[in-house]
């Protein structure tokens, strides 16, 4: 059943009071009047969710939307929380201290139009024209599924989920539930998801400016060799689940054509 809603923007918090008010300035400018904001904070220690509803009160705003965890539960799965009290047609993931690029949000619901994930590119807030060390998304390579596979593996496939979005009918039995086994690059799993499910769309532009600082939830940094291998085995099984998953919504939708 159709509840109205467009588009839901999913935010995960922890510790963010020093820049959240910001980000979600720059969301609520973009969004229409049947789109919303859905924010889970992971029991942050500081005063995040005061923020948090100091900026809702601020604004005026009645599409933003506000949860807490009773623990903390890593962004993981805050993010998957979040995800799961989203109601839009189409879903997008935010950071809680980057900035939105203008006209960000209507360019990627048009990349859903026909794809299941949309992906972006992103800049670093405050360093206008900065290289990064992996190429960025180009449309062109939206079908080649094989080799974005590939590109995953290997670590050079700029797959942020800051810079992504999915519709809703890609979370059940698909980006949903999060493999347990999942504590970090929730966004690759929706990437592989996409991919394997031959339908995702790369965007030219940059969708997002992140701001990088040390409180970052997600890690900075150069890794391990360990932390490395550990990742790009997880990846693999990723590709295996998203797989198996594909097979099995295939074969439900042919049995409920046959009954």
């Known amino acids: 059943m159709s509840t109205g809603i467009r588009a839901s923007v999913c935010m995960a918090t922890y510790r963010g009071s020093a820049y959240v008010a910001e980000q979600i300035e720059s969301i ?29 009160d601020r604004l005026g705003e009645s599409r933003v939307f506000l949860t807490r965890t009773d623990e903390n539960v890593g962004y993981v799965r805050a993010f998957e929380a979040a995800i799961r009290r989203s109601r839009g047609q189409y879903v997008f993931l935010s950071d809680q201290d980057d900035v939105w690029t203008p006209g960000r949000h209507e360019a990627m619901i048009a990349g859903l139009g026909r794809s299941l994930v949309v992906a972006g590119n992103h800049s670093i807030l405050g360093r206008a024209g900065a290289r990064l060390w992996y190429p ?19 670590g050079y496939r700029p ?31 929706i990437a592989i998801t996409g991919n394997v499910r031959r339908s995702i769309r790369h965007l030219d532009q940059v969708v997002v400016e992140r701001r990088l600082h040390d409180a970052n939830q997600t890690p900075l940094g150069i890794r391990g060799l360990g932390t490395i291998l550990r990742a790009r085995w997880m990846f693999v099984r990723l590709i295996g689940e998203a797989y198996r998953r ?9 049995a409920a054509r046959r009954s």
């Open 246 to 254: 594909t097979v099995a919504a295939r074969a439900a939708i042919l």
């Open 159 to 189: 797959y942020f989920g800051c810079a992504m979005g999915f519709r809703r009918e890609a979370i059940d039995g698909g980006i949903l539930p999060i493999p347990d086994y999942v504590t970090e690059s929730h966004d690759v799993w």
């Open 28 to 56: 609520v400018a973009q969004l229409g009047p049947d789109d919303e904001l859905v924010i889970v904070d992971d029991c942050s220690p500081d005063d995040t969710v005061a923020v948090i509803v100091a900026t809702i």
């Open 136 to 154: 960025p998304l180009r449309s062109r390579g939206s079908r080649h599924h094989l080799a974005n596979l590939f590109a995953i593996l290997i």
